[in-house]
T-cell receptor, first 113, second 114 residues
């Protein structure tokens, strides 16, 4: 069965460093998302991406964040200068159309020290 | 804005016990409602959904009914199994289409003892 794959499963980084979280969505999907969950809190929407551009972003998704689909298969989330409060589980999701099920990856746990 | 509230956890049950996990929501209009499940080491998976009032979503023995009058979407299962141990998330989208980003609750961890 097709699945969304995220790498790495766990990333530890020092405060102020740049990190790139990687996702491989299901190959024929057109809509892509990043969500995050800070430990003990809700899963929060970060950004959606369609037709090679951001279609919506939340207040969390400030200038420190960026997304890219560099090669038609990967979908990346970059945090330019990580802060302690960026420590969270980050989930990637994709869907074929806006009216079909969203498939999620297993998540990347980011720990900023 | 839209929000989803889930009962506090964790929940621990014995096998074959009855399960209820409460979920209430706040949203304008007529949202679609979902339950997602995350098994250990895996991603979020759609468990069931309901797209309009009084719809009942069901899958793998789990059920949830869209109650607009009480703005609720409680998850139930008559007899849980050890394999149901997972984290359960209630979620909504404003409506299908229109980008359809998901708004999630905090999630609740269910542990089922043999």
């Amino acid at each position: 069965e097709p699945e969304v794959t995220q790498t790495p499963s766990h990333q530890v980084t020092q405060m102020g460093q740049e990190v790139i979280l990687r996702c491989v969505p299901i190959s024929n999907h057109l809509y892509f998302y990043w969500y995050r969950q800070i430990l003990g809190q809700k899963v929060e929407f970060l950004v959606s991406f369609y037709n090679n551009e951001i279609s919506e972003k939340s207040e969390i998704f400030d200038d420190q964040f960026s997304v890219e689909r560099p090669d038609g298969s990967n979908f990346t989330l970059k945090i330019r200068s990580t802060k302690l409060e960026d420590s969270a589980m980050y989930f990637c999701a994709s869907r074929y159309t806006m009216n079909t099920e969203a498939f999620f990856g297993q998540g990347t746990r980011l720990t900023v020290v | 804005g839209d929000s989803v509230t889930q009962m506090e956890g964790p929940v621990t049950l014995s096998e074959e016990a009855f399960l209820t996990i409460n979920c209430t929501y706040t949203a304008t209009g007529y949202p679609s409602l979902f339950w997602y499940v995350q098994y250990p080491g895996e991603g979020l998976q759609l468990l069931l959904k309901a797209t309009k009032a009084d719809d009942k979503g069901s899958n793998k023995g789990f059920e949830a009914t869209y109650r607009k009058e009480t703005t609720s979407f409680h998850l139930e299962k008559g007899s849980v199994q050890v394999s149901d141990s997972a984290v359960y998330f209630c979620a909504l989208t404003p409506r299908l289409g229109a980008n359809s980003k998901l708004t999630f609750g905090k999630g609740i961890t269910l542990s089922v003892r043999p």
